[in-house]
């Protein structure tokens, strides 16, 4: 089953988890559509879903640093040498965050959350997972 967005329970056990002010990394593991899958009736025009996972990622990278975020790593998957037969990933993505509660404030801002209709659209499968530094 895909993994698309976190539930409100997801998002108070990230919170819970992770250390607070403390900087956290945050790897995102991503698998496109071949054509974005936008609501029937939405007003986006057709294109693949790399390139509605682009439409999101104008306003995500600018919330990202507006945060005092970065992205530290963007590179593409090629193979999955652990992981079960199905599981594959198109794209790694790690950013960093000052803080978890940086972070949060990211994902309540009304313009992020407005864009996080194109990654919706654009995702097939999709992984976020909270990380700090030993």
């Given at each position: 089953?895909?993994?698309?967005?976190?539930?409100?329970?997801?998002?108070?056990?990230?919170?819970?988890?992770?250390?607070?002010?403390?900087?956290?990394?945050?790897?995102?593991?991503?698998?496109?559509?071949?054509?974005?899958?936008?609501?029937?009736?939405?007003?986006?025009?057709?294109?693949?879903?790399?390139?509605?996972?682009?439409?999101?990622?104008?306003?995500?990278?600018?919330?990202?640093?507006?945060?005092?975020?970065?992205?530290?790593?963007m590179a593409q998957?090629?193979?999955?040498?652990?992981?079960?037969?199905?599981?594959?990933?198109?794209?790694?993505?790690?950013?960093?965050?000052?803080?978890?509660?940086?972070?949060?404030?990211?994902?309540?801002?009304?313009?992020?959350?407005?864009?996080?209709?194109?990654?919706?659209?654009a995702l097939?499968?999709?992984?976020?997972?909270?990380?700090?530094?030993?």
């Amino acid at each position: 089953m895909p993994s698309l967005n976190p539930s409100a329970q997801q998002l108070a056990h990230y919170a819970e988890a992770m250390p607070a002010g403390t900087p956290v990394l945050m790897l995102n593991l991503l698998r496109y559509h071949a054509e974005a899958n936008y609501p029937s009736g939405s007003a986006h025009a057709a294109c693949s879903g790399r390139e509605a996972y682009a439409r999101y990622s104008r306003t995500a990278l600018a919330k990202v640093k507006a945060a005092g975020g970065e992205v530290t790593l963007m590179a593409q998957a090629h193979a999955a040498l652990i992981a079960p037969a199905d599981e594959q990933w198109d794209d790694i993505l790690l950013v960093s965050y000052p803080s978890r509660e940086a972070f949060l404030a990211m994902l309540a801002d009304e313009e992020y959350r407005a864009a996080t209709v194109h990654r919706t659209a654009a995702l097939a499968d999709s992984r976020l997972i909270g990380a700090t530094r030993r």
